[in-house]
């Protein structure tokens, strides 16, 4: 298979090279993270760094099955160590080692020793992992292919609206590709496989998660109401089939265990005007378009205005946005994006054209809540109208096209 270039994680890897501190990859299976360390390596190759000094071990290759005991591990990297000189250690899903942590913790105190791991659930970064290595670790969240990463795998680079419906319908996982340029019909089969094996390993497994019906019904409820308001007594009171207090705790449980494998991603609510984090009706995004036609089919295209802001969600995550739903007064904005030295808000909506008063009453609408806001942080409209970009005092309209594959803002 043909690797996709992830540039923007690997400057990440190559910025903190050699760095002492532990780079901690996480992200849903299949997303990339083992072709990224591989991409990495060829790097070090190629930048002087001998092949004995690195060592890569991936926890889910039965060849490795043995060191899945942290002493054995601890002993088989131990010999491997370039005396006098830097070795570059790479664990790949290394949540399969029972104890890792202390095999982590030992490898870091050794200032010889660069290393990289990797997980597909947050368990990676439980609260006794990350006390222990307070400091001591920086974490790179991995998503599937953005679309300027899907773009990049076709040579012929035109007809960019179909490869964007491509883009949603058949996955943004980059093996999807592959399988895509083969026969798509393959693509479900692929879903298939990561949906079975994230949710009843990475959720059911990890979380002592007994009942799969309910799990399933979860799952397809919060894939089902993206972009909605959403809380837990509001899934419960739409799960039938268990009751009271015990409805409650068991819907949280997995919820819970579906954001740590990756599945789903909840965004809070904030008071742009009042400055302060709410604490109800978050709205939830999904992983991957694709994998949501593959849970609901076809039918589930319509929603385009929610699944366009699942795109837009992810992709201020790639950024590095801290992002939450806006609200003012009465009003909502999509998305308020955060960082430390920055606050840009978002409007997404699937068209601002139709009839004259009908268009006019649209673009007032998505203009209202930014209009409000008093402050002199960048605002942006992301529709799919391919007319020009337009400005409204001061509110840039964009094609959300053009905003994707620029990878700026």
């Not at 923007?8 to 901690?24: E, P």
């Not at 302060?276 to 609901?296: A, C, H, P, S």
């Not at 391919?386 to 594959?405: E, H, M, R, S």
């Amino acid at each position: 298979m043909d690797r996709i270039n992830r540039d923007k994680y690997l400057s990440i890897l190559k910025s903190f090279k050699d760095q002492q501190i532990i780079k901690v990859i996480t992200g849903i299976r299949r997303c990339g993270k083992s072709t990224l360390l591989e991409i990495y390596q060829d790097y070090l190759r190629n930048n002087g760094i001998k092949e004995e000094q690195i060592i890569s071990i991936n926890f889910e290759n039965a060849d490795y099955e043995e060191l899945l005991d942290r002493k054995k591990l601890h002993k088989y990297i131990k010999d491997k160590l370039v005396i006098g000189e830097k070795t570059y250690v790479f664990l790949d899903e290394v949540q399969n080692v029972s104890e890792f942590e202390k095999t982590v913790d030992s490898l870091f105190i050794n200032k010889d020793v660069d290393l990289y791991i990797t997980g597909s659930n947050a368990y990676l970064l439980s609260s006794e992992l990350a006390t222990l290595l307070t400091g001591r670790y920086v974490e790179i969240k991995m998503l599937p292919l953005s679309f300027k990463e899907y773009v990049s795998a076709f040579a012929d680079k035109t007809d960019i609206s179909r490869k964007f419906r491509d883009y949603l319908r058949y996955s943004s996982f980059p093996q999807a590709i592959e399988l895509y340029k083969i026969n798509p019909l393959n693509i479900t089969m692929f879903l298939d496989g990561i949906y079975n094996t994230v949710l009843f390993r990475d959720v059911m497994q990890r979380k002592n998660i007994t009942d799969r019906n309910i799990l399933e019904r979860v799952t397809k409820y919060l894939y089902d109401n993206i972009g909605n308001r959403t809380s837990i007594k509001s899934i419960t009171d739409n799960i039938e089939g268990i009751e009271g207090k015990k409805s409650y705790n068991t819907i949280a449980n997995c919820v819970d265990a579906l954001m740590d494998s990756y599945l789903v991603f909840k965004a809070g609510r904030c008071d742009i005007k009042g400055k302060e984090f709410l604490k109800t009706q978050e709205n939830y995004y999904v992983i991957d378009i694709g994998l949501r036609y593959y849970m609901l089919g076809q039918s589930s295209g319509r929603d385009m205005g929610h699944i366009l802001e699942n795109v837009v969600y992810l992709e201020l995550l790639r950024r590095g946005y801290n992002v939450y739903i806006g609200k003012y007064d009465d009003l909502e904005v999509d998305f308020v994006a955060k960082k430390p030295e920055n606050t840009v808000y978002y409007q997404v909506a699937l068209t601002i054209r139709g009839e004259n008063d009908k268009a006019n009453g649209i673009l007032d609408r998505e203009l209202m809540p930014l209009k409000r806001i008093d402050d002199n942080y960048p605002k942006y409209i992301l529709t799919l109208d391919d007319d020009l970009d337009a400005d409204f005092d001061g509110i840039k309209k964009i094609n959300v096209l053009d905003w994707l594959l620029k990878d700026n803002d």
